[in-house]
């Protein structure tokens, strides 16, 4: 019998040989289809985990196809494109609006089913928390008889501040996560305090989030400008509480970058203490942009005052660009991605003493700073780049697509 010359020099089972139905996966050159919320040029936490996964596998060789909420083209002239040159698929859904964070995706289940039939993936990944994206999996799992791709789960967060519909949707989420061959996290401690993964600890991965190193103008570095915030501009982000401490600080300054929901009011409160020209509301800046503005600041701070914050990946562009960070103290991820006193400062959320004291301390000792910054950088190094992450994640789809039962 002969092996098709698509799998020479790859790996493949023998139940490929003895049912000649059977789906055949060998490596590389995996077929991967996420099924996420958003993508690029859509900011936000998960929406840049995303494009950094899909690109990253492209440029390890895999096929690479995503849904999110959108036109088959997103606007933005956003694609799936890998640095060598290769592409990916989009498979836009319409969208109606948005209901906290979520997109009502009204013909999600069409649209999997469509990526699904036309893609042929070997392993779809569904990024949590997304309820329409988990309800959409069940759906297609009733409607479609088998065989069906292995599914597995990125674990982004619990939903926390969505107390009705946290408490109706745990149990479609929780009933989709049972269906998962493995789930990923992306810290140790998100894996220990998330409520919606308790008893299913087994299948539970830590793959730590990675980017790629912005590239900066190395002249441009310092340690003794202004402070800066990167985010939106939401409550649980703790900008009221920054503003409040940097008003203890009578020679510090801060830059703001982010839009959202609370700029009115961020703004007035900036006037109401007084701080003027002390304070810069910078809006959404691209990619070249907030790489320069990192490179000129004195840290990175992440005032976030809940769980909803579980890693904060503006604090790995920081530290990838050799900033210190000032972050709040959560029991998340969050305290897990630098180290308290050697790359940046920890302080309890919602302490406005404590942050302007944090303040202070960079703020009158530059060198301190600088020093962090290094510290950070080294550690994103060891443990925070793409490369990092797409290595982890790639042998992880291997080990859950391997284990899986043969497809006949």
């Known amino acids: 019998m002969s092996i098709p010359p698509s799998l020479c020099g790859g790996k493949f089972s023998a139940s490929s040989l003895l ?19 958003y993508y690029h040029p859509h900011n936000g ?10 690109e990253g596998l492209l440029d390890s060789g895999d096929e690479v196809a995503v849904i999110a909420a959108g036109p088959g083209t997103l606007p933005g002239g956003a694609e799936l494109a890998a640095s060598g040159g290769r592409t990916g698929r989009l498979f836009g859904t319409p969208c109606l609006g948005q209901w906290f964070s979520q997109p009502l995706t009204w013909d999600l289940v069409h649209t ?13 990944h569904l990024h949590l928390p997304n309820p329409l994206g988990a309800a959409a999996w069940l759906a297609y799992g009733a409607l479609e008889p088998g065989p069906h791709p292995v599914l597995a789960v990125w674990h982004h967060a619990d939903m926390h501040r969505q107390k009705v519909g946290r408490i109706a949707l745990r149990p479609l989420v929780r009933a989709c996560l049972g269906r998962a061959a493995g789930i990923s996290v992306s810290t140790q401690a ?23 190193q912005p590239v900066v103008d190395q002249a441009g ?8 915030f990167v985010g939106r501009l939401v409550r649980y982000k703790g900008l009221g509480v920054l503003l409040k401490a940097l008003d203890l600080v009578p020679d510090a300054r801060l830059e703001i970058v982010g839009t ?12 109401e203490l007084g701080l003027g020209d002390r304070v810069e509301f910078l809006g959404r800046l691209s990619e070249p942009e907030l790489a320069r503005h990192l490179a000129g600041a004195r840290a990175l701070v992440l005032p976030s005052l809940d769980a909803g914050e579980t890693f904060g990946l503006v604090q790995l562009e920081a530290m990838a660009t050799g900033k210190a960070v000032i972050a709040s103290d959560l029991p998340t991820g ?10 940046g400062l ?25 020093d962090m910054g290094a510290a950070g950088k080294e550690r994103y190094l060891e443990r925070f780049t793409r490369d990092r992450m797409i290595t982890d994640l790639r042998r992880w789809y291997r080990d859950l697509i391997s284990s899986a039962s043969p497809v006949v």
């Open 19 to 37: 049912f000649p139905g059977a789906r055949v996966h060998y490596y590389p050159g995996m077929r991967i289809l996420h099924l996420g919320k």
């Open 45 to 54: 936490g998960m929406e840049t985990v995303l494009r950094n996964i899909a």
């Open 112 to 124: 999997l089913r469509r990526a699904v039939s036309d893609f042929q993936p070997d392993l779809v």
């Open 190 to 212: 998100l894996a220990e305090v998330s409520r919606e993964l308790r008893g299913m600890e087994s299948k539970v991965r830590v793959i730590p989030f990675g980017i790629d």
């Open 221 to 228: 570095e310092r340690a003794t400008g202004p402070f800066l």
């Open 260 to 271: 959202g929901p609370r700029e009115e009011y961020l703004r007035g409160l900036a006037q």
């Open 334 to 343: 969050v305290t897990e991605v630098g180290r308290a006193g050697t790359t």
């Open 346 to 370: 920890l302080v309890p959320p919602g302490d406005v003493q404590a942050l302007g004291a944090a303040l202070k301390r960079l703020q009158e000792d530059p060198g301190l700073a600088r």
